[in-house]
T-cell receptor, first 113, second 115 residues
Framework: DAGVIQSPRHEVTEMGQEVTLRCKPI?????LFWYRQTMMRGLELLIY????????DSGMPEDRFSAKMPNASFSTLKIQPSEPRDSAVYFCASKLGHVNIQYFGAGTRLSVL | AQSVSQHNHHVILSEAASLELGCNYSYGGTVNLFWYVQYPGQHLQLLLK??????LVKGIKGFEAEFIKSKFSFNLRKPSVQWSDTAEYFCAVTAIYNTGNQFYFGTGTSLTVIP
């Protein structure tokens, strides 16, 4: 099992640019979660999907953030336009509905200059 | 909404010292509880979990945690830490009241073990 795969591992961009983070959940998992980790706030849930449908996006900080899951094996988190305060590590996690354990990807470290 | 409190933000111990990290949650219903560990530069990995049954659960690498329902606590313990235990530790709770099973994480405790 390849686990949850995130890309890129590191992203450095300039303020105002569009950033797209990608996630491939574990095959067969029907839940997908996007988290943001910062020193100040710790691990925050941004949004999660069930069967490709967004269930709760109340953690998305503002309209600059959007997430999609076009199919069961792929999700994106997009920031447009990016700002320096978006600098953080973004984690994706997935789980199988009846098994209450989340499996995390390696994360994407985003730096917005 | 649920919340998770980890009272120790940064802990420094010498090797062979005993460890206890506090975790309290706020929810009166049925919960599942977790401890995740994040080694430097790595992703979060499951250390141990409590679903039901024996409130004392054992995880990997000699860690254990005790669920005390009356105190809404799920403290993590290890009798003798090693340098390799240096990591960030996150407590998490999920309330079993809907199919979403949304996880709530604490802010984490950074553990540094000095050789």
């Amino acid at each position: 099992d390849a686990g949850v795969i995130q890309s890129p591992r590191h992203e450095v961009t300039e303020m105002g640019q569009e950033v797209t983070l990608r996630c491939k959940p574990i095959s067969g998992h029907d839940y997908l979660f996007w988290y943001r980790q910062t020193m100040m706030r710790g691990l925050e849930l941004l949004i999660y999907f069930n069967n490709n449908v967004p269930i709760d996006d109340s953690g998305m900080p503002e309209d600059r953030f959007s997430a999609k899951m076009p199919n069961a094996s792929f999700s994106t988190l997009k920031i447009q336009p990016s700002e320096p305060r978006d600098s953080a590590v973004y984690f994706c996690a997935s789980k199988l509905g009846h098994v209450n354990i989340q499996y995390f990807g390696a994360g994407t470290r985003l730096s917005v200059l | 909404a649920q919340s998770v409190s980890q009272h120790n933000h940064h802990v420094i111990l010498s090797e062979a010292a005993s460890l206890e990290l506090g975790c309290n949650y706020s929810y009166g219903g049925t919960v599942n509880l977790f401890w995740y560990v994040q080694y430097p530069g790595q992703h979060l990995q499951l250390l141990l979990k409590y679903f039901s049954g024996d409130p004392l659960v054992k995880g990997i690498k000699g860690f254990e945690a005790e669920f005390i329902k009356s105190k809404f606590s799920f403290n993590l313990r290890k009798p003798s830490v090693q340098w390799s235990d240096t990591a960030e530790y996150f407590c998490a709770v999920t309330a079993i009241y809907n199919t979403g099973n949304q996880f709530y994480f604490g802010t984490g405790t950074s553990l540094t073990v000095i050789p």
